[in-house]
């Protein structure tokens, strides 16, 4: 079955970077887009970014962009997220999802991982 | 930029039916999927494009967006169990960006 499972997160000073990964199993990977979403402490859902099956496409939120790059690299099944001038405010857990059909852009999550805590504070 | 309106929270009765509404400017010409969130879990999907269910979510799960609908989407959970109590997430594509909306608690009485 689809196994997501995110790791990388961690304490960060505001103003620091951290690379997020994402390992994917149970699916053809480099078939499916993939995306980032985040969840503060007591808020709502926030998707962060999205990447096609073959990288070609990329898209962000208004709240991160210019400052985090998401990549995917299909040999090692492995989707990132690079997150750089870091803010208390992007304090988060941070899940990566899965689009639901291979080679398709439908952009909603079919499956999605445990999820990894970043926190930003000084 | 387009924004997702639903309700803070909901509160249902054991047994009855539950009405998640979501509205946004003409949301009948959009796919609105439904995600449940509990606390400590993943967000699992529970509605996708308007209407259908992924395999595993019981049928008392149904989901609703009609052009006519009054800018207004719908998640129905019927004979409500104690397990559905959860936050509640509706969501859309538009102009190369994911919106969410704010999230509807939901307790089950």
């Known amino acids: 079955q689809v196994q997501l499972v995110e790791s990388g997160g961690g304490v960060v000073q505001p103003g620091g970077s951290l690379r997020l990964s994402c390992a994917a199993s149970?699916?053809?990977?480099?078939?499916?887009?993939m995306h980032w979403v985040r969840q503060a402490p007591g808020k709502g859902l926030e998707w962060v970014t999205f990447?096609?099956?073959?990288?070609?496409?990329?898209y962000y939120s208004d709240s991160v962009k210019g400052r985090f790059t998401i990549s995917r690299d299909n040999s090692k099944h492995t989707l990132y997220l690079q997150m750089n001038s870091l803010r208390v405010e992007d304090t988060a857990v941070y899940y990566c999802?899965?689009?639901?059909?291979?080679?398709?852009?439908?952009?909603?999550?079919?499956?999605w991982g445990q999820g990894t805590l970043l926190t930003v504070s000084s | 930029s387009y924004e997702l309106t639903q309700p803070l929270s909901v509160s249902v009765a054991l047994g009855q039916t539950a009405t998640i509404t979501c509205g946004g400017n003409s949301i009948g010409t959009k796919n609105v999927h439904w995600y449940q969130v509990k606390p400590g879990q993943a967000p699992m999907l529970v509605i996708y494009r308007d209407v259908n269910r992924p395999s595993g979510i019981p049928e008392r799960f149904s989901g609703s967006n009609r052009e006519n609908s009054g800018n207004t989407a719908t998640l129905t959970i019927s004979r409500a169990q104690a397990g559905d109590e959860a936050d509640y997430y509706c969501q859309v594509w538009d102009s190369d960006i994911v919106i969410f909306g704010g999230g509807t608690k939901l307790t089950v009485l």
């Open positions: 999802a899965k689009e639901p059909y291979s080679g398709y852009d439908l952009y909603y999550f079919e499956s």
């Open positions: 149970g699916f053809t990977f480099t078939t499916y887009g």
């Open positions: 990447i096609r099956y073959d990288g070609s496409e990329k």
